[in-house]
């Protein structure tokens, strides 16, 4: 994973490099600003790499999700999510100019007050899956959920004055209840009723 050197130049409006590749990870290491080079395995490297697959899987499931409100806001997701990965790449670096704040979740508080409004409350759990769309879904929630754990762990390993993680983990917490909603959600709009665990 080299979503340091290769995407630290977006992040900061730097000039683009002419190679998609720097070879600066050949070691096993990779930089983040204020450290230096740190190994590839820390926990704060293993953050920003989930949200980058995180990123990754709502690109996916936008092919598929058919909804065009729900399509805008994973978009606008998609972007909050760089700037949160920019966020731990750079600490409390001046170069980042924005940050995840309170509204960001308090938007997607909405998002999720929108589509539950469409179906029944549930009264048991569900299997992940139903559509094609919901089953991308679910995989956008679960991956959130890692990220969230990841950034947690990460958090916990650092000098809390380095990062502030306050709305970055209301910000993941309250995503993954988005991706939720939104597949059932997908599920309903399509007709197909949720299965429920047999625990067999």
Request: aromatic share 8%; hydrophobic share 40%; glycine share 6%.
């Amino acid at each position: 994973m080299e979503i340091i050197e290769k995407c630290f130049i977006f992040f900061t409006q730097f000039p683009i490099m002419s190679a998609y590749y720097t070879g600066l990870g050949d070691e096993g290491e990779t930089s983040i600003i204020g450290k230096g080079r740190i190994p590839k395995s820390s926990l704060i490297i293993a953050a920003i790499g989930d949200v980058d697959e995180l990123n990754s899987c709502i690109g996916v499931a936008l092919h598929h999700v058919k909804d065009k409100t729900l399509k805008d806001d994973m978009k606008s997701v998609q972007d909050k999510l760089f700037t949160l990965g920019a966020t731990l790449a750079s600490g409390n670096s001046s170069l980042i100019k924005t940050r995840i704040v309170a509204s960001d979740t308090t938007s997607i508080e909405e998002g999720i007050s929108r589509m539950s409004d469409k179906f029944p409350k549930l009264a048991k759990f569900v299997l992940p899956g139903g559509s094609e769309q919901a089953a991308f879904l679910h995989l956008c929630r679960s991956v959130a959920r890692r990220a969230e754990r990841s950034i947690i762990a990460a958090s916990k390993a650092q000098n809390s004055a380095e990062i502030d993680y306050t709305h970055i983990i209301s910000y993941m917490n309250r995503l993954s209840s988005f991706f939720f909603v939104a597949a059932l959600y997908a599920n309903n709009a399509e007709g197909i009723k949720e299965q429920n665990p047999t625990y067999s």
